[in-house]
């Protein structure tokens, strides 16, 4: 790990234990709290939610006793509050400072908790309302087996303990209702905490389409491991792309695992990939929406780039002939504030369709959810893309 990852990582938590100081002494001062004892018990409730997420975490990795699922969601449920709370309170102090009252100040304080409460609910129902979103993308020279037909992409599924059995169940359901030709899933299917991947992977493997399911592994399949992820893999209809290439009745479909420790991948990656055709119409699935180029040899920085300096410079993929880049990674923030976060450190590239002449990239919001398990800044979605 970096110095400037070190450094970023301190201010970040810097923030947000700061941020629990900061709803204490709200509660406090808007609800004219004085009692040593109610300051005692919610003093300890904070602290204990403040490391609560990475303690359920631990806990999680030991056992996964129900009541400890249970735990995990409470704490990734109030991350999610954590940021609306807060804004909340920040927004309620400037109402009191400017209209010099304080009489409102119990309703106002009610307010900042009750309305991010509901907001929060609301995000939760949202992570589960998986959406269909319709794409249509222009790719030259497609053969005309190719015109109109269906591919779906599934991204950032987080298959665990949030999103379980049920979840994989109706992805499944969803996609095989569309009826596609090709079903494309552009890593992290599943999360650094899933312990069933075996029986999810029985689950995906009901996907239903004509040229079958291709698979590329993410930054969470690394976390997981991802020798126990290919090993899981290979009994099943999935079919996995490990920096390789493959022809689908004359669409090129090439894959990118997530980079490894170590690994260099110059702008040429791709065209020395064997097998690879420049000449072909081609779709590039790649995790996250950057740059294909590893240049650093350590991990931790290719990680850290990838996530607070993204690369987004796509000069090495369209030199090598790629017409349809398909990413996901960034959640699109998932709640507020992160998606505009998010937006302003992938320069655009976050979430949509982006056509530059021959070339196309679609950054997915992806179908499931990391740590809250609630969506206020995006959708759950499952992509329809069909070609011309």
């Known amino acids: 790990m970096n110095i400037k990852t070190i450094l970023l990582l301190l201010i970040l938590f810097t923030i947000y234990f700061g941020m629990h100081v900061f709803i204490y002494y709200s509660i406090l001062n808007f609800f004219n709290v004085i009692e040593k004892k109610i300051k005692f018990i919610l003093g300890i409730t904070l602290s204990i939610l403040s490391v609560g997420f990475i303690l359920s975490m631990i806990l999680l990795r030991l056992s996964d006793f129900f009541l400890i699922k249970y735990f995990y969601f409470l704490t990734t449920f109030w991350i999610g509050l954590l940021t609306t709370i807060s804004s909340a309170f920040i927004l309620a102090w400037v109402l009191i400072f400017l209209f010099k009252s304080r009489n409102v100040k119990f309703l106002v304080g009610i307010l900042a908790i009750a309305i991010p409460f509901l907001f929060g609910i609301y995000g939760v129902w949202n992570a589960q309302n998986i959406k269909i979103k319709n794409i249509e993308v222009t ?33 499944v359901q969803k996609v095989n209702n569309e009826k596609p030709d090709l079903i494309l899933i552009t890593g992290d299917l599943f999360d650094n905490m899933s312990s069933k991947t075996t029986e999810f992977i029985k689950i995906i493997d009901k996907l239903e389409s004509k040229y079958g399911t291709y698979f590329i592994t993410g930054n969470h399949e690394t976390y997981l491991d991802v020798d126990s992820v290919i090993s899981s893999l290979k009994n099943s209809e999935i079919h996995l792309l490990n920096n390789e290439v493959t022809n689908i009745a004359g669409l090129q479909l090439v894959g990118l695992a997530y980079p490894q420790s170590g690994e260099l991948r110059d702008k040429n990656f791709i065209k020395n990939l064997f097998g690879y055709n420049s000449e072909l119409p081609t779709i590039l699935m790649y995790h996250s929406p950057t740059s294909i180029i590893q240049n650093n040899s350590v991990s931790s920085n290719q990680h850290s780039n990838i996530y607070w300096s993204p690369d987004t410079n796509f000069d090495a993929v369209k030199e090598s002939g790629v017409n349809l880049q398909l990413s996901g990674h960034t959640h699109r923030g998932q709640f507020f504030p992160f998606n505009l976060i998010v937006d302003y450190i992938y320069k655009k590239y976050d979430y949509g369709l982006f056509t530059e002449e021959d070339f196309n990239i679609y950054t997915t919001s992806g179908v ?11 959708d759950s979605e499952i992509v329809v893309i069909t070609l011309h």
């Open 139 to 171: 790719i030259p020279k497609l053969p005309i087996n190719w015109q109109g037909r269906k591919i779906i992409q599934l991204s950032d599924v987080h298959l665990g303990q949030i999103n379980g059995v049920s979840f994989a169940e109706k992805i």
């Open 368 to 378: 499931g959810t990391w740590g809250p398990p609630m969506r206020t800044g995006s």
